[in-house]
């Protein structure tokens, strides 16, 4: 394994304190929690900017690192896998230099608060133009360590289909402008509609993100879509796990 990198030799430290906050990802189907995602929060809760416009490229890689640890060491405390729920970070890519070595702290981490390498979900947004093959080089490293990989705000960026075309993640999230108002919006009921079957083809998970109404859940469950974040079933909880919605059918107990 590399022993060192750019941003381990000069990059410098994050210094703003921050916590994270953690939104289910439920199946819909069953009501059962899928993943809890890590989303950055200011120390006392606040609103993630607080701390996002604190990241310079100096310090993109400290703050990279320090998210993954405040993440798997909250879930940790949580107890966030006991009902097989699994944690999703986001990270940067432009924040990891070599995969293998960028990823030591995290397995360190890991290994530390005993939480499962295979119960740890890596997603990037495709918001900022990226070097194809240097994503391709960390999907592809982090999958062959044992972690989950998902594409964020899929349909929204600049990779999009070209970069899926070279690497199928096992998790794709819908970016909630084709989810808002979808109820009212047959063109983007049609878009989703096939977007989904085509995930299924590749054997690529499908999730709603997003979701903020009723009847936007009640047509994407038409559709078929199982996974769903957003709103209409819970807010991100600060340092703590929300609990889905009632809406949603709690799975049923095993009867004798």
């Known amino acids: 394994m590399a022993t060192g990198c750019e941003g381990c030799r000069d990059g410098a430290g994050f210094e703003l304190p921050f916590s994270m906050a953690f939104q289910p990802i439920v199946d819909v189907s069953t ?77 360190a981490t890991a290994l530390r608060t005993g939480f499962p390498i295979d119960k740890i979900i890596f997603e990037f947004t495709e918001d900022e133009k990226l070097d194809t093959d240097h994503i391709l080089n960390i999907l592809r490293t982090y999958r062959a360590m044992g972690f989950k990989t998902a594409i964020d705000d899929f349909g929204a960026g600049f990779a999009g289909l070209s970069l899926l075309s070279k690497f199928q993640p096992d998790i794709v999230k819908l970016d909630m402008e084709l989810i808002r108002g979808i109820d009212q919006d047959g063109v983007k009921r049609r878009i989703v509609e096939h977007m989904i079957r085509m995930l299924d083809d590749l054997a690529i998970t499908t999730i709603c993100e997003g979701v903020e109404t009723q009847d936007e859940l009640a047509t994407l469950r038409d559709l078929g879509v199982r996974l769903v974040q957003g709103y209409v079933l819970a807010r991100p909880a600060f340092e703590s796990l929300a609990e889905p919605s009632a809406m949603v059918p709690m799975p049923q107990a095993n009867v004798a």
């Open 31 to 107: 009501g059962a929690v899928f993943a809890h995602e890590a989303l950055v929060r200011g120390p006392n809760g606040e609103g993630a900017q607080t701390i996002l416009s604190a990241i310079e490229d100096s310090n993109r890689y400290a703050f990279d690192q320090q998210c993954r640890v405040k993440a798997i060491e909250l879930a940790t405390d949580l107890n966030l896998t006991k009902d097989g729920a699994r944690l999703s970070i986001n990270f940067m890519p432009n924040a990891v230099y070599e995969p293998r070595a960028c990823i030591r702290l995290t397995l």
